[in-house]
C-alpha cells in the first residue's frame, strides 16, 4: 500500500510537471518594471517623432528643390508669392514668444495632429500624379513616397502620444473631412501648379510640425530650460 | 483485491506516461527565439516549436498591440522561412509595443508560448554584409591593404533614416604550428572602405566587416576575406639607403682630412675667409693702438675740405683791445640761442656785442647760447656750442683782456696771442669770455670812427681800460679740418 502510493504519487509529479502551463510575468523591454502590458516611455517616443518630423521637413525641402529643378527643365517658371497659394488652415501659428509660452501640450499635439492628418491625402495625390509626368527625376518619386508613408506612421506616433500624455482615448483615426478638391487636370499647367503649390506649402507645415514636436519633446524632458528662440 | 487495483491503477499511469512521449499528445510549448528588424521598418520574429506529441501541429502566432486587447495574427508565416512571422511595413509601427505569443495546436490540444514585448527600435540588426574585396596597394613607401564592401541590402542609409556604422577586423592567418593571433578591430564611420597601414610582408590576412544601425546589434561578421602580402622589396630600399649612407661618410672624411691639413689654399678653398673693412686711409692697426688723432688725420685728405688757414683772417673776428691803438671790433653777432634769448645788444654791459659765428661746414648748426652774467663787474660770456665734436677752434686775439675759459676745452686768449684755440672735445663747450671794460659801443654810433672792411668798427675810445689781463693761448698744431670758426669778440677798450 505504501510502496504504491508513493509510485503514484512520483508518477503524478513527474506527469504534472510536463503539463505545467504556469503564467509567468512579463518582462518590458527595456524597463525594469514588470506589468500586463508595456508601453514604451514618453521620452523614446519624443524622440522617436522629433526625428520623423526632422527627416519630412528636410525631405519636403529636397523634393521641393527638385521640383524647381524639374520645372526649370521645362521651361516653366512658378512664381509662388507667398502665402497666398496655401490654403488657410484651422491652426493659427503663434508668433511671439510669449505666445509660444502659453500654448498649451494639449494645443501643440492636437495641431499636430491636424497638420498631419490634412496632408496625408494630398500628397499621396500628388505622389501619383507625378508619376505621370515626364523626365521625372526618380529621388522625387522616391522622396514623395517616403514622405507620405512616414507622414502616415508620424500620425500614428502623434495619436499615441496623445493617449500617454494626454490620456485621451482613441481618436477618430479619420480626420475631418475635407472637401478633396479632386480636380480632374484641365490643363497641365493647372495640375503642375497644383502639384507644385501642394510640395510648397506642405514644406511650411513640416516646418511646424517639427518645431512643434521639438516644443514638446523640450518640455516633456526638461521642463525648467525650453526656449526657442 | 487492492494489490489488484493498485497494480492496475499503477499501470495505467506507467503507460500514460510512456504514451506521453510515444503516442498522440497535445503538442508541448513552442518557444520564440529571437525577433530582428533589419531596417526599422519590418520585423520578422522566429520560434522554436516544442515537442508536437506525434501529431501534426500547426503554429500561429499572435499579436496584441500594447494596451489594447484586440489581437492579431501574423500576416506573413512563409516570406522568412520556416517557423517564422514577418511584418511587413503596414504593421510594423515603431509607436508600440508588440505583445507576441506563438499557439502550437494539434488535433489534441493546444500549448502557448511564453509572451514577448518586442519594441521594434530595440531589435534593429542589418543583415551582415555580402561582399568584402581586400586588394594589397603598393605604393612606393606605405603598402596598405585597401578593404572594400557594399552597405547591407534594405537598409536605407543614403536618406537618413538610420545612421549605420562598420566595423573591419584582422588577423594573420597562420598556417602552422603557431597559435591564431587575436583579431584586430578598427572603426570605420559610415565610409564604404577602409585602408590599412604596415601589413607585414609575407603574411596572410583575414579580414571581416560587419556593421551597426544607430544604438542597434551588430549584424553577424561579413564572410571572410583573405589576403596574402608579397615578399618584397625591402631590397631596393636597403640598397638606396646603404649607397647614401657611405657617400655621406666619404664626403665627411674628405672634409675633415682637407680641415685639419693645414693646406691654406686648401682651406681658404673650404672655407673662405672673411673679408674685412678697408677704409682707404685708415689703418686698422691704428686702432689698435689707439691714438685717435692719428687715425683721423688719416681720414683727413688733403684738399679735403677747405680750410681757411689763414689767421690773418681770423684775427679780423676778433677783437680784443686795450690800447687806443687797437682796434675795437663790433661784430655781428650770429647767435641762436636755444632757449630763444638773443642778446645781440646790451648797453648795460661792458661788451656791447659779443657775436660768434660759427658755422660749419658740415650741416650741422651749432647752437650758441650766450648768456652773460655779470660777475662783479666782469662780464662773462658763456658761448656753449653744440654740434659736433669740434676739435680745434681757432679764434685770434690780439692783446685783448679776453678770458676765455672753455670747459671741455682749453681755449683762452692773451692779448698778445695770435691764436685762440679751442681743443673741444666734447659736445658743448663753454667759452666763457671775461670783460671788465665797459661796452664799447652804445646804442649810438657816434663813437664810431672808422669802418674797416666790412666787419671791423674804429671806435674812439678815450677811457683808458684796464690793464690787460695775460690770456694764454694755446696754439695748436693742426687746424681743424672739417670746421671753420669765425668768432667775433668785441670788447671795449
Same mark, same amino acid.
Given at each position: 500500500?505504501?510502496?504504491?502510493?508513493?509510485?503514484?504519487?512520483?508518477?503524478?509529479?513527474?506527469?504534472?510537471?510536463?503539463?505545467?502551463?504556469?503564467?509567468?510575468?512579463?518582462?518590458?523591454?527595456?524597463?525594469?518594471?514588470?506589468?500586463?502590458?508595456?508601453?514604451?516611455?514618453?521620452?523614446?517616443?519624443?524622440?522617436? @517623432?522629433?526625428?520623423?518630423?526632422?527627416?519630412?521637413?528636410?525631405?519636403?525641402?529636397?523634393?521641393?528643390?527638385?521640383?524647381?529643378?524639374?520645372?526649370?527643365?521645362?521651361?516653366?517658371?512658378?512664381?509662388?508669392?507667398?502665402?497666398?497659394?496655401?490654403?488657410?488652415?484651422?491652426?493659427?501659428?503663434?508668433?511671439?514668444?510669449?505666445?509660444?509660452?502659453?500654448?498649451?501640450?494639449?494645443?501643440?499635439?492636437?495641431?499636430?495632429?491636424?497638420?498631419?492628418?490634412?496632408?496625408?491625402?494630398?500628397?499621396?495625390?500628388?505622389?501619383?500624379?507625378?508619376?505621370?509626368?515626364?523626365?521625372?527625376?526618380?529621388?522625387?518619386?522616391?522622396?514623395?513616397?517616403?514622405?507620405?508613408?512616414?507622414?502616415?506612421?508620424?500620425?500614428?506616433?502623434?495619436?499615441?502620444?496623445?493617449?500617454?500624455?494626454?490620456?485621451?482615448?482613441?481618436? @477618430?483615426?479619420?480626420?475631418?473631412?475635407?472637401?478633396?478638391?479632386?480636380?480632374?487636370?484641365?490643363?497641365?499647367?493647372?495640375?503642375?501648379?497644383?502639384?507644385?503649390?501642394?510640395?510648397?506649402?506642405?514644406?511650411?507645415?513640416?516646418?511646424?510640425?517639427?518645431?512643434?514636436?521639438?516644443?514638446?519633446?523640450?518640455?516633456?524632458?526638461?521642463?525648467?530650460?525650453?526656449?526657442?528662440? | 483485491?487492492?494489490?489488484?487495483?493498485?497494480?492496475?491503477?499503477?499501470?495505467?499511469?506507467?503507460?500514460?506516461?510512456?504514451?506521453?512521449?510515444?503516442?498522440?499528445?497535445?503538442?508541448?510549448?513552442?518557444?520564440?527565439?529571437?525577433?530582428?528588424?533589419?531596417?526599422?521598418?519590418?520585423?520578422?520574429?522566429?520560434?522554436?516549436?516544442?515537442?508536437?506529441?506525434? +501529431?501534426?501541429?500547426?503554429?500561429?502566432?499572435?499579436?496584441?498591440?500594447?494596451?489594447?486587447?484586440?489581437?492579431?495574427?501574423?500576416?506573413?508565416?512563409?516570406?522568412?522561412?520556416?517557423?517564422?512571422?514577418?511584418?511587413?511595413?503596414?504593421?510594423?509601427?515603431?509607436?508600440?509595443?508588440?505583445?507576441?505569443?506563438?499557439?502550437?495546436?494539434?488535433?489534441?490540444?493546444?500549448?502557448?508560448?511564453?509572451?514577448?514585448?518586442?519594441?521594434?527600435?530595440?531589435?534593429?540588426?542589418?543583415?551582415?554584409?555580402?561582399?568584402?574585396?581586400?586588394?594589397?596597394?603598393?605604393?612606393?613607401?606605405?603598402?596598405?591593404?585597401?578593404?572594400?564592401?557594399?552597405?547591407?541590402?534594405?537598409?536605407?542609409?543614403?536618406?537618413?533614416?538610420?545612421?549605420?556604422?562598420?566595423?573591419?577586423?584582422?588577423?594573420?592567418?597562420?598556417?602552422?604550428?603557431?597559435?591564431?593571433?587575436?583579431?584586430?578591430?578598427?572603426?570605420?564611420?559610415?565610409?564604404?572602405?577602409?585602408?590599412?597601414?604596415?601589413?607585414?610582408?609575407?603574411?596572410?590576412?583575414?579580414?571581416?566587416?560587419?556593421?551597426?544601425?544607430?544604438?542597434?546589434?551588430?549584424?553577424?561578421?561579413?564572410?571572410?576575406?583573405?589576403?596574402?602580402? *608579397?615578399?618584397?622589396?625591402?631590397?631596393?630600399?636597403?640598397?638606396?639607403?646603404?649607397?647614401?649612407?657611405?657617400?655621406?661618410?666619404?664626403?665627411?672624411?674628405?672634409?675633415?682630412?682637407?680641415?685639419?691639413?693645414?693646406?691654406?689654399?686648401?682651406?681658404?678653398?673650404?672655407?673662405?675667409?672673411?673679408?674685412?673693412?678697408?677704409?682707404?686711409?685708415?689703418?686698422?692697426?691704428?686702432?689698435?693702438?689707439?691714438? %685717435?688723432?692719428?687715425?683721423?688725420?688719416?681720414?683727413?685728405?688733403?684738399?679735403?675740405?677747405?680750410?681757411?688757414?689763414?689767421?690773418?683772417?681770423?684775427?679780423?673776428?676778433?677783437?680784443?683791445?686795450?690800447?687806443?691803438?687797437?682796434?675795437?671790433?663790433?661784430?655781428?653777432?650770429?647767435?641762436?640761442?636755444?632757449?630763444?634769448?638773443?642778446? *645781440?645788444?646790451?648797453?648795460?654791459?661792458?661788451?656791447?656785442?659779443?657775436?660768434?659765428?660759427?658755422?660749419?661746414?658740415?650741416?650741422?648748426?651749432?647752437?650758441?647760447?650766450?648768456?652773460?652774467?655779470?660777475?662783479?663787474?666782469?662780464?662773462?660770456?658763456?658761448?656753449?656750442?653744440?654740434?659736433?665734436?669740434?676739435? +680745434?677752434?681757432?679764434?685770434?686775439?690780439?692783446?685783448?683782456?679776453?678770458?676765455?675759459?672753455?670747459?671741455?676745452?682749453?681755449?683762452?686768449? %692773451?692779448?698778445?696771442?695770435?691764436?685762440?684755440?679751442?681743443?673741444?672735445?666734447?659736445?658743448?663747450?663753454?667759452?666763457?669770455?671775461?670783460?671788465?671794460?665797459?661796452?664799447?659801443?652804445?646804442?649810438?654810433?657816434?663813437?664810431?670812427?672808422?669802418?674797416?672792411?666790412?666787419?671791423?668798427?674804429?671806435?674812439?675810445?678815450?677811457?683808458?681800460?684796464?690793464?690787460?689781463?695775460?690770456?694764454?693761448?694755446?696754439?695748436?698744431?693742426?687746424?681743424?679740418?672739417?670746421?671753420?670758426?669765425?668768432?667775433?669778440?668785441? %670788447?671795449?677798450?
Amino acid at each position: 500500500m505504501k510502496k504504491t502510493t508513493v509510485l503514484q504519487v512520483c508518477v503524478a509529479f513527474v506527469l504534472c510537471s510536463m503539463w505545467a502551463v504556469a503564467g509567468s510575468p512579463v518582462d518590458c523591454p527595456g524597463q525594469d518594471t514588470e506589468g500586463t502590458s508595456c508601453t514604451i516611455s514618453i521620452e523614446k517616443l519624443l524622440e522617436r @517623432a522629433v526625428q520623423h518630423a526632422e527627416l519630412i521637413y528636410r525631405f519636403s525641402e529636397d523634393s521641393k528643390l527638385m521640383f524647381d529643378e524639374m520645372l526649370i527643365s521645362y521651361g516653366m517658371n512658378l512664381h509662388i508669392p507667398e502665402g497666398t497659394m496655401c490654403a488657410p488652415k484651422t491652426v493659427p501659428v503663434p508668433l511671439s514668444k510669449s505666445e509660444i509660452q502659453e500654448i498649451s501640450d494639449k494645443w501643440i499635439l492636437h495641431s499636430i495632429l491636424i497638420l498631419a492628418q490634412f496632408w496625408i491625402d494630398p500628397l499621396v495625390e500628388v505622389q501619383a500624379s507625378l508619376e505621370s509626368y515626364e523626365n521625372v527625376p526618380s529621388a522625387l518619386l522616391t522622396r514623395s513616397k517616403w514622405i507620405s508613408t512616414k507622414l502616415m506612421s508620424l500620425e500614428q506616433g502623434i495619436i499615441v502620444l496623445i493617449r500617454q500624455i494626454l490620456g485621451e482615448g482613441s481618436l @477618430a483615426l479619420e480626420g475631418p473631412e475635407q472637401t478633396s478638391d479632386r480636380f480632374v487636370s484641365s490643363s497641365i499647367l493647372e495640375t503642375v501648379r497644383r502639384d507644385y503649390s501642394v510640395i510648397y506649402c506642405f514644406r511650411k507645415d513640416a516646418h511646424k510640425m517639427q518645431t512643434f514636436l521639438k516644443l514638446l519633446k523640450c518640455r516633456q524632458i526638461d521642463k525648467e530650460n525650453c526656449s526657442l528662440f | 483485491m487492492w494489490r489488484d487495483a493498485e497494480q492496475a491503477l499503477t499501470l495505467m499511469w506507467l503507460l500514460s506516461w510512456t504514451s506521453h512521449s510515444v503516442c498522440h499528445s497535445p503538442p508541448g510549448r513552442p518557444r520564440l527565439t529571437r525577433c530582428r528588424s533589419p531596417e526599422k521598418e519590418t520585423f520578422t520574429c522566429w520560434w522554436e516549436p516544442g515537442s508536437t506529441g506525434g +501529431l501534426a501541429t500547426s503554429y500561429q502566432l499572435y499579436y496584441r498591440k500594447e494596451s489594447s486587447l484586440e489581437v492579431f495574427e501574423c500576416p506573413d508565416y512563409h516570406k522568412a522561412g520556416n517557423n517564422s512571422c514577418y511584418f511587413d511595413k503596414q504593421h510594423t509601427s515603431i509607436w508600440i509595443i508588440y505583445n507576441i505569443t506563438v499557439v502550437a495546436s494539434n488535433a489534441l490540444g493546444k500549448a502557448y508560448s511564453e509572451s514577448v514585448e518586442v519594441d521594434v527600435m530595440d531589435i534593429v540588426q542589418p543583415h551582415p554584409l555580402e561582399t568584402v574585396n581586400v586588394t594589397f596597394v603598393q605604393t612606393t613607401n606605405s603598402p596598405y591593404f585597401l578593404v572594400q564592401w557594399q552597405p547591407p541590402h534594405d537598409a536605407d542609409t543614403r536618406s537618413g533614416w538610420v545612421t549605420i556604422k562598420y566595423e573591419v577586423r584582422l588577423k594573420i592567418e597562420n598556417s602552422g604550428d603557431k597559435e591564431d593571433s587575436s583579431w584586430e578591430s578598427y572603426s570605420a564611420g559610415e565610409q564604404l572602405e577602409f585602408s590599412i597601414y604596415s601589413p607585414q610582408p609575407g603574411a596572410s590576412y583575414v579580414v571581416q566587416v560587419r556593421c551597426k544601425l544607430d544604438h542597434g546589434l551588430w549584424s553577424e561578421w561579413s564572410p571572410s576575406a583573405f589576403i596574402q602580402v *608579397p615578399d618584397n622589396m625591402p631590397d631596393t630600399q636597403n640598397a638606396v639607403m646603404i649607397i647614401a649612407v657611405t657617400l655621406t661618410v666619404i664626403i665627411f672624411l674628405l672634409t675633415a682630412g682637407a680641415l685639419t691639413v693645414k693646406m691654406k689654399p686648401m682651406k681658404h678653398f673650404l672655407l673662405p675667409p672673411v673679408p674685412e673693412p678697408k677704409i682707404y686711409g685708415l689703418d686698422t692697426q691704428l686702432l689698435k693702438s689707439g691714438k %685717435s688723432e692719428e687715425i683721423f688725420s688719416a681720414l683727413i685728405t688733403p684738399g679735403y675740405p677747405q680750410i681757411v688757414q689763414s689767421s690773418d683772417r681770423q684775427v679780423e673776428y676778433l677783437v680784443v683791445s686795450n690800447y687806443d691803438e687797437e682796434m675795437d671790433f663790433d661784430g655781428k653777432a650770429h647767435l641762436e640761442d636755444p632757449k630763444g634769448e638773443n642778446r *645781440p645788444t646790451d648797453t648795460a654791459q661792458k661788451v656791447s656785442q659779443n657775436s660768434i659765428k660759427i658755422s660749419l661746414n658740415s650741416s650741422q648748426v651749432l647752437n650758441t647760447t650766450l648768456s652773460k652774467n655779470d660777475h662783479s663787474g666782469t662780464v662773462s660770456n658763456e658761448l656753449s656750442v653744440l654740434g659736433e665734436p669740434q676739435q +680745434l677752434l681757432h679764434l685770434k686775439c690780439n692783446g685783448s683782456p679776453v678770458k676765455a675759459q672753455d670747459q671741455n676745452t682749453q681755449m683762452s686768449s %692773451s692779448s698778445n696771442c695770435e691764436h685762440v684755440s679751442i681743443n673741444t672735445a666734447g659736445l658743448t663747450e663753454y667759452v666763457e669770455v671775461d670783460e671788465d671794460q665797459k661796452p664799447l659801443v652804445r646804442e649810438d654810433y657816434s663813437m664810431v670812427s672808422d669802418i674797416i672792411s666790412d666787419n671791423i668798427l674804429v671806435l674812439q675810445d678815450s677811457i683808458p681800460v684796464e690793464g690787460h689781463k695775460e690770456v694764454k693761448c694755446d696754439k695748436t698744431s693742426e687746424p681743424l679740418g672739417y670746421l671753420e670758426t669765425l668768432t667775433t669778440f668785441s %670788447s671795449e677798450s
